[in-house]
């Protein structure tokens, strides 16, 4: 069954914690994406990959950080330089170019 | 850089009204596309346009793309509760890369 998975679909952090959220694709996918969703807001993008052990930063990277070791994995680190980490955060994989598949996402609370 | 806006931000109509939904970019597309977003899912990719003026239906939704390349519209007939959700255009530009609009937020009265 192929697709995207994120996880945990709930995440709970103190402020001044890093807390790294999880995303796997079984597309085969050489480009991988990370969005960050505020209320009633639009995506804004925060990092992209077009292919493994490259990454670009996306709009507001700011207090964000990626790796990408492999093809099917691009975890994401919110850190505490992130002024207003409270969202929900979605990542993505496609062909460059070509029709975005998303993963169910990632409910980020920090208090 | 490119920015692609997408006018109502948000559209309230009575079951089995019209909806439109409108992107502009600033900058020339080489592609557009369209995604739908339940209320508390995930978007998901509807359609893809290509070429200038071009035309593309799928049931009761409508997608055009403009013969400038800089804007697209998204008609959906006779509105139905299953309709419901945020639609998003997303325009690649000369950078190769997927720019979403802000998108528009659609409700149904039954």
């Known amino acids: 069954d192929g697709g995207i998975t994120q996880s945990p679909k709930y995440l709970f952090r103190k402020e001044g914690q890093n807390v790294t959220l999880s995303c796997e694709q079984n597309?085969?996918?050489?480009?991988m994406y990370w969005y960050r969703q505020d209320p009633g807001q639009g995506l804004r993008l925060i990092y992209y990959s077009q292919i493994v052990n490259d990454f670009q930063k996306g709009d507001i990277a700011e207090g964000y950080s990626v790796s990408r070791e492999k093809k099917e994995s691009f975890p994401l680190t919110v850190t505490s330089a992130q002024k207003n980490p409270t969202a929900f955060y979605l990542c993505a994989s496609s062909i460059w170019g070509y029709e975005q598949y998303f993963g169910p996402g990632t409910r980020l609370t920090v208090t | 850089g490119q920015q692609v806006m997408q006018i109502p931000q948000y559209q309230h109509v009575q079951e089995g009204e019209d909806f439109t939904t409108y992107c502009n970019s600033s900058?020339?597309?080489?592609?557009i596309q369209w995604y739908k977003q339940r209320p508390g899912g995930h978007p998901v990719f509807l359609i893809q346009?290509?070429?200038?003026?071009e035309v593309k239906k799928q049931k009761r939704l409508t997608f055009q793309f403009g013969e400038a390349k800089k804007n697209s519209s998204l008609h959906i007939t006779a509105t139905q509760t299953t309709d419901v959700g945020t639609y998003f255009c997303?325009?690649?530009?000369?950078?190769?890369?997927?720019?979403f609009g802000q998108g528009t937020r659609l409700t149904i009265n039954p």
């Open positions: 900058t020339t597309l080489s592609n």
């Open positions: 346009l290509v070429k200038s003026g």
């Open positions: 597309l085969n996918h050489d480009a």
């Open positions: 997303a325009g690649i530009g000369g950078a190769q890369k997927l720019v």
